[in-house]
């Protein structure tokens, strides 16, 4: 008989001529355009990654899963995959109706029965999967400021997965890896789940993992959606391919896996679990913190370190992989080799580099030494993440009306100008309404959009190794953290807080805003009418009564300077 991790699973696409006939039939049919979390929880529901998963939650499914980690029938399931929509869109559509699921570029991928359509308490949601509401969380700040407010549940008829122009040939659906499995004759495959790139201790963990278990390796990096500040799935995969061939190719394979991960921690863990299950393996390494977020906006860890280990082995006998548990790998410097932690003799030296050492070492520039990684890996990174007085950067000014940013961007500007190693941009918050946002308005979707507009354009700045300065309102926290984790996938995000009170901002009042906000004339008014978010932890507050200009934007060069993004 055929093991059952080797046996084929049932996908949700339709045949190829059905799906022809289906892609006209869907014209009509109205249209969801997919957020890039969608699209990767839409191509594992298809391909069966998802099992026993036919479409996206329904109500019922969804209540039972945030309660009790299980569907409303008793399977299995710790995670709530939910289609959720814009409260306009939900307005055009009731339960028994079809709809057309569209990849950003407009392309039909699958069509759904929508079953459900309900409003989520997203609070409770968020306590009981994530375990806080707390928005530190990147998976709570998702759902509270970037997810729709309406969920719509129903079965999903698969018509073509999504088209992956990189890497296309680390890609495979379980059945792909089930197919090859079964080539090779692997009858215990142990799975290794990573979103960073693989040093030395990595390696050392998956060799004996592979020896403990007695199976072959699966190297399966995540390749959708990672925790905001990842290092990027290009360099990554590129980083694994250069140590690949450090394993012994006859017992080793890699492939992507293009899952949204929710960093979920314990919870996490056991949707892992389930999803290596779907793609063959009969092991799956849980290793410290597995999927932890960091820390919470108390300063402590979301999860404790062994946590996702504990709710592993609670569900394995369900889950029907089997749990390869690490501690955390350490390098010993007496024996020049990689032990436990919990396994090192007293007295012993003990070598660690955390990620944040490595990410300043990176950025300064400083050695990396050998025993901590590849000289591979490490040319790679640092291809990617030259010093920072050489990357692109956003000095992102925020304040009330008439509190100086504007000023004061345009001394910084110039000063930066002279120094002359990188081009600089001034994206000012009234240049960009007249250029880039002259049809927007002043309400606080408008002004969401506006501030999108101006991230969207500074961090292709900062991509290009540009310095762009930013010096809108940006009245709402939400709205500037989300442009600060777009930038900081290509270079630093500095916020500076003009701090110049609201009694001086209406003192200096120029063009006369405040005193017709004050009358009502102008609606929705920073500051009078409508709130400012303080920022709470700004890289530089910069308080302008009293102070010259000249004073305020050299204080943001010493801040560049400490921070290495210019030279001292």
């Excluded at 990573?194 to 995540?222: D, G, K, M, S």
């Excluded at 991960?261 to 799956?284: D, F």
Aim: glycine residues 8%.
């Amino acid at each position: 008989m055929m093991s059952p991790n080797l046996a084929p699973i049932p996908e949700l696409f339709v045949s190829h001529e059905s799906a022809q006939k289906l892609k006209i039939e869907a014209s009509e049919l109205p249209s969801w355009d997919l957020t890039p979390r969608q699209v990767c929880d839409l191509e594992l529901l298809m391909n069966g990654g998802f099992s026993p998963l036919k479409g996206f939650l329904s109500q019922a499914d969804y209540d039972s899963v945030v309660e009790r980690m299980r569907l409303a029938d008793g399977t299995l399931w710790p995670m709530p995959i939910t289609l959720d929509v814009s409260s306009g869109f939900a307005e055009g559509v009731e339960p028994g109706q079809d709809i057309a699921l569209r990849d950003q570029e407009g392309v039909i991928l699958a069509t759904m029965t929508v079953t459900d359509k309900w409003t989520p308490d997203k609070a409770r949601e968020a306590a009981r999967v994530f375990g806080a509401d707390d928005i530190a969380h990147p998976a709570v700040n998702y759902l509270h400021n970037s997810a729709g407010t309406v969920y719509l549940g129903g079965p999903v008829t698969g018509i073509q997965p999504p088209v992956h122009y990189d890497f296309k040939a680390r890609r495979d659906t379980p059945n792909e890896l089930r197919a090859l499995f079964r080539k090779l004759g692997w009858r215990r495959v142990v799975a290794f789940q990573t979103r960073n790139p693989l040093h030395r201790a990595h390696q050392e963990l998956t060799f004996r993992a592979a020896r403990e278990a007695q199976a072959n390796l699966l190297i399966h990096p995540v390749v959708g959606m990672t925790k905001p500040g990842d290092v990027d799935h290009f360099t990554r995969v590129r980083c694994y391919e250069a140590v690949l061939d450090k394993y012994p190719a006859a017992t080793t394979t890699m492939s992507l896996l293009n899952l949204a991960m929710r960093m979920a921690g314990p919870r996490e863990a056991v949707w892992h679990g389930i999803i290596r299950r779907n793609h063959g393996c009969t092991h799956m390494i849980v290793g410290r913190d597995h999927a932890g977020p960091g820390k919470n906006s108390a300063g402590d860890d979301f999860y404790g370190p062994y946590d996702a280990q504990d709710l592993f082995r609670e569900h394995q006998a369900e889950i029907g992989l089997e749990m390869v548990d690490f501690k955390q790998m350490v390098y010993v410097q007496d024996r020049a080799q990689y032990e436990a932690a919990d396994e090192i003799e007293e007295g012993a030296t003990v070598l660690n580099i955390s990620g944040t050492e490595l990410r300043r070492r990176l950025r300064e520039g400083l050695e990396i030494p050998d025993w901590f990684s590849f000289p591979e890996v490490v040319g790679e990174l640092r291809r990617r993440y030259p010093p920072r007085s050489q990357q692109g950067f956003t000095v992102f000014f925020t304040g009330l009306s008439g509190s100086g940013k504007s000023t004061i961007a345009n001394a910084l500007m110039i000063k930066l100008m002279e120094m002359g190693d990188r081009p600089v941009t001034l994206l000012d918050g009234d240049v960009v309404r007249k250029n880039l946002s002259s049809e927007l308005g002043f309400s606080k979707e408008h002004r969401d959009l506006n501030i999108r507009r101006i991230g969207f354009v500074a961090s292709e700045i900062t991509k290009n190794g540009g310095i762009a300065i930013c010096a809108p309102i940006a009245p709402y926290a939400a709205t500037r953290r989300a442009v600060r984790e777009e930038i900081e996938q290509y270079g630093a995000f500095v916020e500076v807080h003009v701090a110049t009170s609201l009694e001086e901002c209406e003192r200096r009042d120029r063009k006369g805003l405040y005193r017709l906000a004050r009358e009502g004339k102008i609606k929705e008014f920073t500051g009078i009418s409508d709130p400012y978010d303080e920022p709470e932890a700004p890289e530089l507050r910069v308080n302008t009564e009293g102070v010259e200009v000249d004073n305020c934007a050299h204080q943001v060069l010493l801040k560049l300077e400490s921070m290495g993004l210019i030279a001292g």
